[in-house]
């Protein structure tokens, strides 16, 4: 019954013919049977409209007792009204017919309804359990591990790829939230991807570390988001993990590959321009004659390359280190020197303290001084007290920049060390710095050699004092000087009193050796920075540097009472001697060695022919006032 129900439901045109059948059916009793037979008939309507409903619903159980009615009425026209009570009476059951029709229809568009709803939703429910049945089993059987959690990060369910590859099960994590797995260093940016995915429905991503069972950490590439219901309303969530850990130490290990191929390139450019600019040093000083000319070459392209350098060359009296250049600005030095009342060039440091290290290639380098303040104390001998940091800013030897030493070396044997200091330098550098100080240490011993000779050029043969050569190179740039800066000069003119008899008596080579005695005795009277000078025979000239002419007078005197009070003795004789002195002072008037030397050669003339033994001043020799001389001024002074 129920399954030709369910047809007739499914199928309303069969339903439609057999209510029609029915009908008719109905009709033809009605005619045949006795009227009185109404009642029954009636009832036999009352199933039709109650089939009708139930078929079709309540609007076909209304049109079915309605097509009742409407036949009791047809039927009762044709039958002339007989029995017309009967007939009102079935009117009224046919009337209440409509009423069971509409409300078995009611009840049975009810029920479908009813059913309908029940068949979708054991339908949905059905299909739900079939997607999660097909759901777990592919993350049963996914490669990635998967978790999910409640909304507070409590695990509640891990595959079996999680627990293969972490060591946990759900059991292990109980009381744990999925952050306290999590790497300290990470924990931060893992907290503000949690927060990113419970502020929406994000699906977002990290590469974190995690902390697996038996302590040791792994990289893993997290993918997480909200799981929802059907009301929108996030219920879990669920973080799909993957393991790439060898992808992240690879990465690690390009870009450390990277950084150092990066770093070797950047050191190999920088090196190629040290290199470079080192060679355009030793370019310059291969050239360079002196020096003092040699260093300030090496000073000026090092600043160039923001490096600083102090060059110490070996005393060979004291074996100690001696400064003879700094690259530092000349007002800094004066500074310094006025501060610690100490000239640079009296700064002394042993040689200990720069040890010097051979190289497997046989290169023989220096190396980093780790400790520079300790130097520079010892340098100064601590007369910066608390001023330390200061000095140190001041003469650029900062926190970040590196000091090196390298020795500077000719033929095996230390003639000096060159010191660098620059934040640009680099341990690596130490190389290509000590081929440099190799090529500056022979250009230092060729400009010594040079200078030696240069020295023997303008040097005395017999008495070891300047020669002619070397006055007139010396003087003239100390008369340049004094007139540059309005600084005092004087010149001394000597002449031995009746030198020519000692020669014609004791022969030629004990006038040498008087020579020599007298020349040694007036530079003991004599400071360093004075000129003496055999002029020619037996006559000297003396330049007194920073000296006015009452100054220059005294030390004439002092040179004449040398050399008259002490008898030389020759052949076991004692033997007296005198000199004759001229004296003469630059003036705006006398502005060159040449004008001076000739004054002071007029004023010994003066001397010789007042009787010899004796200082003039070209200032007091008496002269025609229509002199023209241009050094006639009788003050002898710039005034």
């Known amino acids: 019954m129920l399954k030709t129900y369910n047809y007739l439901r499914k199928h309303p045109a069969i339903h439609r013919i057999l209510l029609g059948v029915l009908y008719f059916t109905y009709a033809v009793l009605y005619l045949v049977l006795s009227p009185n037979l109404g009642r029954t008939l009636f009832g036999i309507g009352f199933l039709l409209a109650m089939t009708a409903g139930l078929v079709a619903g309540k609007r076909g159980g209304v049109v079915g007792s309605l097509a009742v009615l409407a036949v009791n009425l047809v039927l009762l026209?044709?039958?002339?009204?007989?029995?017309?009570?009967?007939?009102?009476?079935?009117?009224?059951?046919?009337?209440?017919?409509?009423?069971?029709?509409?409300?078995?229809?009611?009840?049975?568009?009810?029920?479908?309804?009813?059913?309908?709803?029940?068949?979708?939703?054991?339908?949905?429910?059905?299909?739900?359990?079939?997607?999660?049945?097909?759901?777990?089993?592919?993350?049963?059987?996914?490669?990635?591990?998967?978790?999910?959690?409640?909304?507070?990060?409590?695990?509640?369910?891990?595959?079996?790829?999680?627990?293969?590859g972490m060591g946990y099960t759900l059991e292990d994590m109980a009381g744990h939230t999925v952050l306290d797995f999590v790497h300290p260093d990470d924990l931060d940016d893992v907290l503000q991807k949690y927060q990113n995915i419970l502020q929406g429905d994000l699906r977002d991503r990290g590469v974190f570390r995690y902390s697996r069972r038996d302590g040791s950490y792994i990289w893993l590439e997290v993918f997480g988001s909200l799981v929802r219901d059907r009301d929108e309303i996030a219920r879990e969530m669920i973080f799909t993990c993957r393991d790439v850990t060898e992808r992240v130490e690879e990465a690690a290990r390009i870009q450390q590959s990277a950084a150092q191929n990066q770093a070797r390139a950047d050191e190999l450019t920088r090196t190629n321009a040290l290199i470079t600019a080192l060679s355009n040093v030793a370019a310059q000083i291969q050239v360079a004659a002196t020096t003092d000319?040699?260093?300030?070459?090496?000073?000026?392209?090092?600043?160039?390359?923001?490096?600083?350098?102090l060059v110490m060359l070996v005393n060979p009296e004291t074996g100690n280190l001696h400064p003879a250049y700094i690259s530092l600005d000349a007002e800094l030095v004066?500074?310094?020197?006025?501060a610690l009342s100490i000239r640079m060039a009296e700064f002394s440091l042993s040689t200990a303290l720069f040890p010097i290290q051979d190289t497997p290639a046989g290169v023989v380098t220096g190396g980093i001084l780790e400790n520079p303040r300790q130097i520079i104390t010892q340098l100064l001998g601590g007369v910066l007290g608390g001023g330390m940091d200061a000095f140190c800013n001041e003469v650029k030897i900062t926190p970040a920049a590196r000091v090196m030493y390298l020795p500077l070396l000719t033929k095996g044997q230390l003639i000096g060390v060159l010191s660098m200091?620059?934040?640009?330098?680099?341990?690596?550098?130490?190389?290509?710095?000590?081929?440099?100080?190799?090529?500056?240490?022979?250009?230092?011993?060729?400009?010594?050699?040079?200078?030696?000779?240069q020295r023997l050029s303008i040097l005395d043969e017999l008495t070891g004092v300047y020669n002619r050569r070397g006055l007139y190179e010396l003087g003239n740039r100390e008369v340049d000087h004094a007139l540059r800066y309005n600084?005092?000069?004087?010149?001394?003119?000597?002449?031995?009193?009746?030198?020519?008899?000692?020669?014609?008596?004791?022969?030629?080579?004990?006038?040498?050796?008087?020579?020599?005695?007298?020349?040694?005795?007036?530079?003991?009277?004599?400071?360093?920075?004075?000129?003496?000078?055999?002029?020619?025979?037996d006559e000297f000239v003396i330049l007194l540097v920073e000296n006015d002419l009452d100054t220059a007078q005294q030390v004439a005197e002092r040179l004449r009472l040398v050399i008259a009070?002490?008898?030389?003795?020759?052949?076991?004789?004692?033997?007296?001697l005198s000199a004759s002195i001229g004296v003469a002072?630059?003036?705006?008037?006398?502005?060159?060695?040449?004008?001076l030397v000739e004054c002071a050669d007029e004023a010994l003339y003066q001397s010789k022919n007042s009787g010899r033994n004796r200082v003039t001043l070209y200032s007091m020799i008496e002269r025609p006032s229509h002199s023209t001389n241009p050094s006639s001024n009788p003050g002898g002074s710039w005034e």
Request: charged residues 25%.
């Open 77 to 164: 026209i044709w039958t002339n009204g007989a029995d017309y009570a009967l007939h009102i009476n079935e009117i009224v059951y046919a009337m209440a017919v409509v009423v069971a029709g509409f409300m078995t229809g009611f009840s049975s568009d009810q029920k479908m309804a009813l059913d309908i709803e029940l068949r979708r939703r054991w339908t949905v429910e059905n299909s739900l359990r079939q997607s999660e049945e097909r759901l777990r089993r592919i993350t049963e059987q996914m490669s990635d591990m998967v978790c999910y959690s409640d909304m507070n990060g409590r695990p509640t369910y891990l595959n079996p790829a999680f627990t293969a």
């Open 293 to 309: 000319a040699i260093l300030a070459a090496v000073g000026n392209e090092l600043r160039r390359m923001d490096i600083q350098c």
């Open 334 to 338: 004066t500074r310094m020197e006025e």
């Open 421 to 453: 200091w620059s934040e640009t330098l680099q341990k690596e550098d130490i190389p290509s710095l000590a081929l440099f100080a190799n090529q500056l240490g022979a250009a230092l011993q060729n400009a010594q050699l040079y200078a030696d000779l």
């Open 487 to 537: 600084r005092p000069l004087a010149v001394l003119m000597l002449d031995l009193d009746f030198f020519k008899e000692i020669n014609d008596r004791f022969m030629h080579i004990v006038g040498d050796r008087l020579l020599r005695v007298v020349a040694y005795r007036m530079q003991s009277c004599l400071r360093d920075m004075d000129i003496i000078c055999r002029y020619g025979g």
């Open 565 to 576: 009070s002490t008898p030389f003795e020759v052949e076991g004789h004692p033997l007296s």
């Open 585 to 595: 002072a630059l003036t705006r008037q006398v502005r060159t060695l040449d004008a």
